[in-house]
């Protein structure tokens, strides 16, 4: 019976061959079976600042992921990760970055990307000793607030 797969089997899936000869010596041979070969591939933007920098990072990530691959198509799940000044830009602009991953996979050829992963953090908020009150303003919902039952029970009663 066939199974679907998905991002959580990665990996080329095979099989192994044996042959037992005549005078009884072992030949173990692997053979890929799988059309298409999932992977998580991390992006690191550490210290990364133009958006052009970022899209070339992905290309040449890619590039990198689609050789090792033994599959004839390969499917991705990006996971930016870093410490960045576009950390914001990304979240707030993922569906860009997705498209324009996707773009760096089709001119590769036989890549595909399945879903996009932002989890890099912003220079400056990672920098807590710099005063800035809108940062310490951010940090504070973020931290207390957003997290608190009161606060998703208010957005039940106006939902």
């Known amino acids: 019976m066939p199974q679907g797969r998905d991002i959580n089997?990665?990996?080329?899936?095979?099989?192994?061959?044996?042959?037992?000869?005549?005078d009884r010596t072992v030949h173990v041979e692997e053979r890929f079976t799988s059309i298409a070969q999932f992977e998580r591939v991390v992006i690191d933007l550490d210290g990364v600042a133009d958006w052009r920098?970022?899209?070339?990072?992905?290309?040449?990530?890619?590039?990198?992921?689609?050789?090792?691959?033994?599959?004839?198509?390969?499917?991705?799940?990006?996971?930016?990760?870093?410490?960045?000044?576009?950390?914001?830009?990304?979240?707030?602009?993922?569906?860009?970055?997705?498209?324009?991953?996707?773009?760096?996979?089709?001119v590769i050829g036989r890549t595909w990307i399945e879903k996009v992963e932002i989890q890099c953090t912003d220079l400056v908020s990672a920098d807590r000793s710099n005063g800035d009150p809108l940062v310490e303003l951010r940090e504070l919902v973020g931290s207390e607030i957003i997290g608190s039952e009161a606060y998703h029970a208010a957005l039940i009663d106006i939902g």
Do not use: M, Y
């Not at 099989?15 to 000869?21: C, F, Q």
């Not at 899209?55 to 799940?77: F, G, K, Y």
């Open 9 to 22: 089997e990665s990996g080329p899936k095979s099989v192994s061959l044996v042959t037992i000869a005549d």
């Open 53 to 106: 920098q970022t899209v070339t990072t992905v290309a040449a990530t890619l590039e990198a992921a689609r050789e090792a691959a033994n599959s004839e198509h390969l499917v991705v799940r990006l996971s930016f990760t870093g410490r960045t000044p576009l950390a914001w830009q990304l979240r707030n602009d993922a569906d860009l970055i997705k498209a324009e991953a996707e773009h760096r996979a089709s």
